[in-house]
């Protein structure tokens, strides 16, 4: 069992750039793939990005493909989300999850762990 605990998030112009962690208690960190999630005020949770768990295989939403970079450190037990071109619509609480078991990385239900989300908001 892990407990994501997220941090990074804040107030940032368009164009800017935010590096989000999110670090995840217990000792098999290494067997969770991990993802960002992010939920928009009035919108629905969305993916973001994926990792597995050994960090061979990632995975974007096309929304963010390009301007996004998910990397982990499982010796730090770190999951982390580089955002660069930042837009006022990636405004959203970004959140951190984990699963086991195979890929699939996008479908929200399939992550047992979440953490609480730090607010990452883009002014124009």
């Known amino acids: 069992q892990v407990q994501p605990v997220e941090s990074g998030g804040g107030l940032v112009q368009a164009g800017g750039s935010l590096r989000l962690s999110c670090t995840a208690s217990g000792r098999t960190f290494s067997n969770y793939h991990m993802a960002w999630f992010r939920q928009a005020p009035g919108k629905e949770r969305e993916f973001v990005a994926a990792?597995?768990?050994?960090?061979?295989?990632?995975y974007y939403a096309d929304s963010v493909k390009g301007r996004v970079t998910i990397s982990r450190d499982n010796a730090q037990n770190t999951v982390y989300l580089q955002m660069n071109s930042l837009k006022p619509e990636d405004t959203a609480v970004y959140y951190c999850?984990?699963?086991?078991?195979?890929?699939?990385?996008?479908?929200?239900?399939?992550?047992?762990?979440w953490g609480q989300g730090t607010q990452v908001t883009v002014s124009s």
């Open positions: 999850a984990a699963k086991t078991g195979g890929w699939n990385p996008s479908p929200d239900k399939n992550y047992a762990y």
């Open positions: 990792i597995s768990s050994g960090g061979g295989r990632t």
